[in-house]
């Protein structure tokens, strides 16, 4: 068996145990549903092949078999015996830390800054951190661009954590601000690198011809329209650009 | 004769009213374009690009626009990945791994300029041959179908996650068959379809509808590329393409066996449920090493191997579109996003299918195959210029693509938080070597089990034997079975020694 099995079968046993613990889980959680029995959304539900309970039944306990399969898959291989060691399930913390700032920046730019702050101020702020962080593979980028999303992630999170306050506008501010020092942080790091250099014009313009796009020529709904930024294109886009063509 | 002649006759129609339609050329350059660079650039797939339409195009314009828009770029994303293949040795998608096999050699030894034009005109024949299987081969299971019923379906959708599994998986096929079943697990979530019960909602509102195809085809397919994509990779030395790209007539009509048996195999292939572009072009590669004269040749710079895989790979997509439309089965990733397309605008693929849409994505798909083959010899240099631009640049502003695509499907910020759940649980699949194209295409097929199974079962009585007694459903059975057992080590070694005793 080569390094990359012996290290997938290590892998592989957590897999399985995470997996045993879903299916169990949610065979307790389907045991809520009546199997044998019972009148539901004004349908008597006699007899068990009428119940609603029956495939996921099937599904989950086939997920519990094949779990326990990999499981004994992986103890053969000697996975469990690698499994408590960082080597032996291939840790490497360079991919970890990378991992993680990627997670960081995403989470907080989905959870935190969509909903909250002018879509074209986020996504510029996350194309920003994206690229710089990870363009040359350097682990103080990646911390410093993940730190970035993360601190204007939780001020959007705890200022303004209901949906009621999604529309204030002191997040959009902090991010923008924050947007700003990053880019300036990137141009005098990209002395000599024809990627970095790109990357403002890109940051501005991919996100606002995006989300004029979708809003003005789809007519779809686009996160957070009253945003900063987008509530002043709407507002010119219907005041002073669209009466050229209705008129 | 007049099955044929009514055939063609609908055929006709639909496609003169597409080339007389000015807005059909606008929405096949663009997408075709955009298909092409998803193709060409490493780290984006057709199975990306297609998800990613479906969320800007899937329910905003007309469907007649938003088929043409998908499967232009299906196409072109799949010949698109034959740049890198050929000028880099790094496959655009997985579909063209097989690509680079022998046209990176051709590339190196100068012929580059020579493989781009035989696998732009084999990409084109090749989609052709599929879209001409898939006129054909369409109408004649349309008419079988009419006999499927309940039982059926819940066998055909079992088969289709079953086999998905078997195919798709890298390491252990159990994976992938644990992949289908977290796939068929997500489907349950929300009202269940026959009596309305809710199912693992956990008091959230929002999840009584259910977990949205749109979104979770994003988290799977765009989420963990994202992930896995944002690393310093050191920019390979793209191969110098001399004279003009054009088609070699003399070793096309040399090869066209060669490209007709190709076309047959990607169209067979990609006719499996849900086996993708990237097994039909190995598939096809594997018979040209075997049965040709030149098979010696294969992997050094073999224009029979380029042609092989390359013809396979543009024409499974026909195939694919053949249980798509059928069965309502997809016949590969990227199909199954075409189908999350379907159900956004409520159309339900399968034998009650509106015929006219078929005729409609045939004629489509032959107008995005000229599209391409002419994009592909006169714009072929803009496409290189591309290959030049950095993973680390495009892959952020697919992240904002997604984001903005995804939200405005329908759920809001909901499917936002729905996709990155799915794309993190994705991205730690693809680690352990978990196949995500049965998870996806267990979350679509999963509410149609469900609702087949249970409505066979109440129809019966109860009655299990309803799975087998009935003709089609007992032959469906029967590869669901042979299927599993095929995969236990025990049948496998009794197998194998009653070849050996036999040989």
Redesign the interface.
Known sequence: MDDDTEVLRARDFWGAVVLMGLSLFFLWRTLDIPLWGGNRAGVSAAAWYTSAAIVPLGIFLALLLLSITLLVISIRAGGARRALSAVGIGWNPDEAVRFSAIGVILFFYIAGLVPRVDFALSSGLLITALTFGFHRGLRPRMVLAAGAVALCGVYALVMHLPQSEWAAHDDDWLTLLVWGALTAVMLVRARGDRVLKVVPAIAVIAPLVLVSAMAFGFRQNVPNRGGLVFKQIEYHYYVNIRPIWRS | MDFVLTQLSGFAGAFTALVLDPLTYAYLIISVFLGITFGALPGLTATLAVTILTG?FGN??PLDYALIALLGAYVGAIYGGSYPAILLNIPGTAASAATAMDGHPLAKAGRAGEALGLTTTASFIGTLIGTIALLIFVWLLLLLSQNIASPEKALLALFGILLSGTLMSE??V??G??AG??G??MA?VGL?P????P??TFGWSYMLSGFQVVPVLMGAFA?PQ??DG???IKAGQIAQVKGRILPNLPALRRYMPTIARSGVIGTGVGALPGVGEDVAGWVSYGVGKTVSEEGDEFGKGSLEGLLSSETANNACIGGALIPLLVLGIPGSPPAAALMGAFKINNIIPGPTIDPAIILRVVAIMVLASFTMFIMGLFTARVFIKILRI?Q??F???V???T??GS??VGG??ND??L??GV??VA?FMN????PLAPLVIGVILGGL??ET??RS??IS??DLTVFALRPVAGILLALNVALVLSQVPLVKRSFLKLRGRTA
């Open positions: 800007f905003k314009i390491d252990l159990i994976k068959w644990i079943l977290i068929l697990a349950m269940d026959l009596l309305s019960e199912r693992y989420v994202i992930i944002m690393r310093h950095p680390v640049v892959l952020p502003i992240m904002v693509l984001a903005i939200f405005s809001g910020i936002l938080y996709m990155l794309g993190f991205y680690l352990l070597k978990f089990f469900d199974f249970r079962l109440l009585g109860g």
